[in-house]
C-alpha cells in the first residue's frame, strides 16, 4: 500500500498530516510513504527527518500523490485538487462534507475513496484515531493562552509585600472537549472556573477538574452519541437571559458550544458583551461556525468599550508540532485499519471504516451528504 503526503495548500495551515514518529509503524504493516517535500515545514519536521524515518521525498504535488493508494491531508483538498487526484484513489483527511458539497461531487465522479475523520464514529475502539478531540484537545488549551495574553490581570491569585491580586474568574460555556481542555487549562494558570454545558454528563466531568458547574433552570439537551441536540430558539432565549449574570461577571469567557452539523449556537450577546467590565476578555472557539458570540469575527480582535472578543480561527494551525504529532497518531491508526497483508483493503463491514466513508466506487455513501446534494444545496 502506498501512502502520500502532500503539502497543505490551505491559507496559514501549518499542520502535516504524517509526521517521521509515525512512519516506522505503518512501515511494519507493509505501507510506503511519499511526502512532498516540504510538507512538514510548518511542523518542524524537514525532509530529512522523514528521509531518516524511511519515507521517500517528492519534489512537488503531482509526484507526490503519483500512484498513492492513499493521499493522507489535514484539511480538504480543493476541488481542483480533487481533479488531479488519481481516479480510483483514496483520500483520509478532515473533509466536513456538509460545507464542501462541490469538492464531493468531484470525489464521487472520480471514484474516489474519501474518509472524513470527522464522521469517524465516537465509539471506544476509535478514540486513538478520534482527530476532532486530539485537535480540540490543541484548541481548548490555546484558548486560554489566548485569553491570558489579552487579560490585563494575572490569571493566578498573587498575595505579595504590595498587596493582594485576586485570580482571574473564568467561564467556560460548553464543557466537551475543547471546553474541559480550557478548564484544565485555565484551573493550571490558578484562575477561578466556571463552566456551563446543555448535557447532564458534563457536570461531573467539570467538576472533576477543580471547576464550579453552573446550574441553570433549563431542560438538559442530550442528542445522539455524547453529543447534544439542537437547540430551539426559546431554550437559547432563556439560555441567554440565565446565563447573563454569569458573563457580566467574568473576567474572561470562553465558548466553545457546538452541535455537530449545525450552526454554532449564539450564547452571547452583543449587549451582554457591553455589560461586561472594560479589560474582560471573550475567546470565541466557535467563531468560524457562525460564533457562540454575536460580536465574534474568525481571526480578529473586536474592541467593544474596553472588552476584547476574540474570534478564534485556525486554532490547531497555530500549535503545528503537536497538534501535527496527534493528528498523526489518528492516521496512523485509521490507516492501521485499512490495510491488510501490505495491500489497501478497507472492509465496510467495520463501522468505523462505514461511518467515516463520503465517497466510494462513484457513490456518495454518506447519507447525510447525500441528501444534501439531492437536496440541491451544492
Ligand atoms: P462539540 O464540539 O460538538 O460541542 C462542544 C460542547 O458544546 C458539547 O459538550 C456540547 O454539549 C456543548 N453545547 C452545545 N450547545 C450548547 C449550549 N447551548 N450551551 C452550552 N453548551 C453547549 O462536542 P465534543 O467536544 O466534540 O464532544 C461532545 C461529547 O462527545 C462529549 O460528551 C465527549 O465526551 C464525547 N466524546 C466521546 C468520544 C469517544 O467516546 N470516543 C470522543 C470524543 C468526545
Redo the contacts with the bound molecule.
Keep these: 500500500m502506498h501512502v502520500s503526503v502532500p503539502r497543505e495548500s490551505a491559507p496559514g495551515e501549518r499542520r502535516v498530516a504524517l509526521v517521521p514518529d509515525v512512519l516506522a509503524r505503518l512501515e511494519a504493516k507493509g505501507i510506503e510513504i511519499t511526502v512532498e517535500s516540504g510538507a512538514g515545514d510548518g511542523a518542524l519536521s524537514s525532509d530529512e527527518t522523514y528521509v531518516e524515518a524511511g519515507a521517500t521525498i517528492a519534489a512537488d504535488w503531482a509526484a507526490a500523490i503519483a500512484g498513492a493508494d492513499v493521499v493522507c491531508k489535514v484539511q480538504a483538498p480543493t476541488p481542483e485538487e480533487a481533479t488531479r487526484l488519481a481516479e480510483g484513489s483514496s483520500l483520509v483527511c478532515l473533509l466536513q462534507p456538509a460545507s464542501n458539497l462541490e469538492l464531493v461531487k468531484v470525489l464521487a465522479s472520480r471514484r474516489i475513496g474519501a474518509f472524513s475523520l470527522d464522521l469517524l464514529p465516537?465509539?471506544?475502539r476509535?478514540?486513538s484515531m478520534?482527530a476532532?478531540?486530539s485537535q480540540?484537545t490543541v484548541t481548548g488549551y490555546r484558548a486560554v493562552l489566548i485569553a491570558a495574553e489579552r487579560l490585563p490581570r494575572f490569571f493566578p491569585m498573587f498575595m505579595t509585600a504590595a498587596g493582594t491580586v485576586p485570580p482571574a474568574k473564568v467561564l467556560v460555556?460548553?464543557?466537551?472537549?475543547?471546553?474541559l481542555q480550557a478548564i484544565a487549562t485555565a484551573r493550571r494558570l490558578g484562575a477561578v472556573v466556571r463552566a456551563?454545558?446543555?448535557?447532564t454528563?458534563?457536570k461531573e466531568?467539570v467538576k472533576s477538574l477543580g471547576a464550579a458547574f453552573v446550574e441553570l433552570e433549563l431542560e438538559a439537551?442530550e442528542g445522539e452519541?455524547?453529543?447534544?441536540r439542537e437547540?430551539s430558539e426559546d431554550?437559547?432565549t432563556r439560555?441567554r437571559e440565565l446565563i447573563g449574570k454569569e458573563v457580566a461577571a467574568a473576567d474572561v469567557v470562553i465558548t466553545?458550544?457546538?452541535?455537530?452539523g449545525r450552526r454554532a449556537?449564539m450564547?452571547v450577546t452583543a449587549a451582554m458583551v457591553e455589560g461586561m467590565r472594560p479589560g474582560s476578555v471573550i475567546v470565541d472557539l466557535a467563531a468560524e461556525s457562525g460564533g457562540n458570540c454575536e460580536l465574534s469575527q474568525p481571526g480578529v480582535d473586536v474592541d467593544v468599550n474596553g472588552v476584547v472578543v476574540h474570534g478564534a480561527a485556525d486554532v490547531a494551525s497555530s500549535m503545528p508540532v503537536h497538534a501535527s504529532f496527534l493528528y498523526a497518531r489518528n492516521i496512523a491508526e485509521v490507516l492501521g485499519l485499512m490495510v491488510s497483508d501490505g495491500a489497501f483493503a478497507p472492509d465496510f463491514d467495520d463501522e468505523i471504516i462505514a461511518g467515516m466513508c463520503v465517497t466510494f466506487g462513484g457513490e456518495v455513501r454518506h447519507e447525510a451528504t447525500r441528501q444534501l446534494l439531492e437536496g440541491g444545496n451544492a
Excluded at 460555556?173 to 471546553?179: E, F, H, N, P, S
Design positions: 465516537r465509539i471506544s476509535a478514540q478520534d476532532l478531540s480540540a460555556l460548553g464543557a466537551g472537549v475543547a471546553g456551563y454545558d446543555v448535557r454528563a458534563a466531568e439537551q452519541g455524547g453529543y447534544a437547540q431554550f437559547l439560555q466553545t458550544a457546538a452541535i455537530p449556537p450564547l
